[in-house]
């Protein structure tokens, strides 16, 4: 059983999974959504946080402009949003590519200073070219994308749409993650001086990790545009990149499956939470704490755990064989 | 003359960004710990002069207090909480800080409200001085004065007491301290309060200034952040110099573009990075 839980076909069974329960288990199809979109989001991060070693604290970034780019290019051009997809990730693409070829250039704690510093770079950005962003008020009226010449107005049926590409998405990460390419990213993350050694050109890598989880994030930026009509400012905020990275570590860096978890875990107790007290925020902080202290693998570590309790601790791992490494110190 | 005004003004702005800087920066030498929570500390700073001086507190005896009270938070936080999870990857350094920030702006919302307020400088501040053809407020130039006179406390403390020259030491190697028979984690402690309380210190200055908001917290982490990456950590002279260069540069970008003043110290970050990735000061 703790095996079975390390194949990535069970993860993507589980990911649709996740897509066929969440409508039988939420009223709402809005809340189910978002849980799909925040999940390919952290999913995305985690590519970055578990796969490369990289804790970026810029997701928001591309999260934003791609709610932003989706949002111009249906309202300006007249795009259906099958086309105004692939652009919004190519914009999410190039955005990453630059951030991450700039952050990449420091390691450890000051890589995670310019990645926030970048994300207030950009918020500052939208704010300031309001006429391009609407400013605070957010580009309004982003319009639902049209299937069979009507719009997905019905939240169950824009679930469906959004659980299509999610998963589309969801598996598109996972061969990346499986690929060559994503076991030298492992490589990368476990020893960076020996895979430069080797001959890996070890910066290529990281940023073309970015340009990925950029092009996937944007693309979920996009789609909660679509679902709340809104390409708000909150979305490139500070908050939005706390948020994503949040739930990628509450879910566990172990895989990408994690991160779904992790969102899936964190919306759906803001949103029973925050009904009996506004300021769950609080709980939230003391949760993150515990986790650092005593619940390092996150979500997921709590299930291999229960998985090996229940096939008598046999196959189960130590703890920190699979965790991510300490970051190089400067 | 408006870009003297603005230089002036800056000069303050950036003394306040060093005082930031420098506390998360000492706090980074010695403890290998990047604290996402130093934001918290300064808004708690500015909350709790703010909630002294409404209570009839002088702002004089509110000013110490709120830093000693936000340095002794800070030391108790560490050695409850914080120092037990040194060993692990700076990921749950980061995690268990950013949780503390979050903890810390939703107790300010319950106790004080989402909205904020206003505190006014001390009455003895409260005017302008007129110099030649231009006025400048006296508490703004107060400012100057008592940041100027605690940055160079803070360079003795650290350059020419025993106590400094112990935290330099810990930087380098916290085993040959411990080794000496120095008890690492009281200095620990000691230091994350020093760095915290400046962070106090500087958000009760800020105050009349700015006022007080529950958010506060994060821009003052992210401008601590851009002094660092310019000034290059550890590096007081650095954090001197770019909190100076940043607080001027926004100051005078409010005259001549005001919606893009806040970008611009992004924007000259990012050039530094493109140009010199180790900071100016910083040591490689």
Redesign the interface.
């Known amino acids: 059983m703790t095996r079975l839980l390390e194949r990535p076909l069970v993860h993507f069974a589980l990911a649709a999974a996740t897509v066929l329960v969440l409508p039988l288990v939420l009223r709402s199809g809005t809340l189910a959504s978002e849980i799909l979109i925040y999940g390919l989001a952290a999913a995305a991060c985690n590519l970055l946080?578990g796969y490369t070693g990289l804790?970026s604290f810029g997701q928001g970034i591309f999260f934003g402009l791609g709610s932003y780019a989706a949002g111009l290019l249906l309202l300006r051009t007249g795009w259906p949003a099958l086309a105004v997809l692939p652009a919004v990730a190519v914009v999410g693409a190039a955005t990453a590519t630059a951030v991450g070829w700039?952050s990449i250039?420091?390691q450890?704690?000051?890589f995670?200073?310019?990645t926030?510093?970048?994300s207030?770079?950009f918020y500052?950005?939208a704010?300031?070219f309001s006429d391009l962003t609407g400013g605070d008020n957010g580009l309004l009226n982003v319009p639902r994308p049209m299937v069979g010449g009507k719009p997905l107005s019905d939240p169950w049926a824009y679930y469906a749409y959004v659980a299509v590409l999610f998963l589309a998405l969801f598996a598109a990460l996972q061969r990346v993650a499986l690929s060559t390419f994503g076991r030298t990213l492992l490589a990368i993350r476990d020893n960076e001086a020996r895979a430069s050694a080797i001959g890996f050109p070890v910066r290529a890598f990281k940023v073309a990790a970015f340009a990925i989880s950029g092009a996937v994030t944007a693309l979920a930026g996009a789609l909660h545009a679509m679902l709340i009509g809104v390409a708000p400012l909150s979305n490139i905020e500070?908050?939005t990149s706390?948020t994503l990275?949040?739930m990628t570590?509450i879910g566990g860096?172990a895989n990408l499956f994690a991160s779904v978890l992790g969102a899936a875990f964190y919306l759906i107790a803001g949103d029973l939470l925050s009904a009996i007290w506004p300021?769950w925020?609080?709980l939230?902080?003391?949760?993150?704490?515990a986790?650092?202290?005593f619940m390092?693998r996150g979500l997921w570590g709590l299930i291999e755990r229960a998985a090996a309790l229940a096939t008598r601790g046999g196959a189960g791992r130590s703890p920190d064989e699979r965790?991510?490494?300490?970051?190089s110190?400067? | 003359m408006t870009y003297l005004f603005q230089i002036l003004n800056g000069i303050g702005l950036g003394m306040l960004y060093f005082l930031l800087a420098v506390g998360l920066s000492v706090i980074?030498g010695l403890l290998?710990f990047?604290n996402f929570a130093h934001g918290a500390f300064y808004m708690l700073g500015a909350y709790l002069a703010y909630e002294m001086v409404g209570r009839g507190v002088s702002f004089w005896l509110a000013l110490p207090l709120a830093c000693l009270a936000v340095a002794a938070l800070a030391a108790l936080t560490e050695a409850a909480?914080l120092r037990?999870?040194y060993a692990?990857?700076?990921?749950?350094?980061?995690?268990?800080t950013?949780?503390?920030?979050?903890?810390?702006?939703?107790?300010v919302?319950?106790v004080w409200g989402p909205i904020g307020g206003n505190l006014p400088p001390p009455d003895s501040l409260s005017g302008v001085v007129i110099l030649g053809d231009f006025v400048y407020p006296e508490y703004r130039l107060f400012v100057i004065a008592l940041t100027a006179i605690l940055a160079a406390g803070l360079w003795w403390l650290l350059e020419g007491t025993r106590l400094g020259a112990i935290v330099r030491a810990g930087s380098e190697s916290p085993e040959d301290m411990a080794l000496l028979g120095y008890d690492t984690r009281r200095i620990n402690t000691a230091v994350f309060g020093l760095g915290a309380g400046l962070a106090g210190l500087a958000g009760a200055l800020a105050a009349p200034i700015r006022g007080v908001d529950p958010f506060m917290s994060?821009e003052a982490?992210?401008v601590a952040?851009?002094v660092?990456?310019i000034g290059g950590?550890g590096s007081y002279v650095g954090a001197l110099a770019a909190g100076i260069a940043v607080g001027v540069a926004q100051s005078l970008m409010t005259t001549l573009w005001p919606?893009?003043a806040?970008?611009m110290i992004?924007?000259g970050?990012?050039a530094v990075?493109?140009m010199r990735?180790r900071g100016l000061f910083g040591r490689a």
Request: net charge positive; glycine share 4%; aromatic share 10%.
């Open positions: 946080l804790l700039l250039r420091r450890g704690v000051y995670v200073m310019l926030l510093a970048f207030q770079l500052f950005l704010y300031t500070y908050h706390e990275l949040i570590i860096a300021r925020l609080l939230l902080g003391v949760l993150l704490v986790i650092a202290l390092q965790a991510a490494p300490e970051e110190r400067p | 980074f290998q990047v909480l037990r999870i692990q990857a700076h990921t749950f350094h980061i995690l268990a950013v949780g503390l920030a979050l903890a810390v702006q939703e107790i919302i319950i994060v982490l992210s952040f851009v660092v990456v950590m919606e893009g806040r970008l992004y924007l970050m990012a990075i493109v990735p």
